[in-house]
């Protein structure tokens, strides 16, 4: 069974750039297609980016982070990543990652994802 486990959740200053972790195990990561959501206070949890189990499919980024974040994974490594620079406070909130396998795919980005991370908290102070 696939287990995620996010982190490099932290504070930072508006502008500031962290990088997040979502470690795989129990499976390869390099057979799921996986994705970041988040969930700011009194929101309700929204999609941020999503990339594909297959190079051959191009990442998808929300309006509100493209420009600004970066998802990547390291199949080897059996993580993935989320690079994120110029934060700003409306990006403070929990993060999480989910994995999808098998299914409804809309690009690189799963119908359904089936495995998430605990999440890791992002504060960024204005």
């Known amino acids: 069974q696939l287990q995620l486990v996010a982190s490099g959740g932290g504070l930072v200053q508006n502008g500031g750039s962290l990088r997040l972790s979502c470690v795989a195990s129990?499976?390869?990561?390099?057979?799921?297609?996986v994705a970041w959501f988040r969930r700011a206070p009194g929101k309700e949890r929204e999609l941020v980016s999503c990339i594909s189990d297959s190079s051959s499919i191009s990442p998808h980024y929300e309006d509100f982070v493209k420009g600004r974040f970066t998802v990547s994974r390291d199949n080897a490594k059996n993580t993935a990543y989320l690079q994120m620079l110029s934060l700003e406070p409306e990006d403070t909130a929990t993060y999480y990652c989910?994995?999808?396998?098998?299914?409804?795919?809309?690009?690189?980005?799963?119908?359904?994802?089936?495995?998430w991370g605990q999440g890791t908290q992002v504060t960024v102070s204005s």
């Open positions: 989910a994995a999808a396998g098998t299914g409804t795919y809309y690009g690189a980005c799963a119908h359904e994802y089936d495995v």
């Open positions: 129990g499976s390869r990561l390099a057979y799921y297609a």
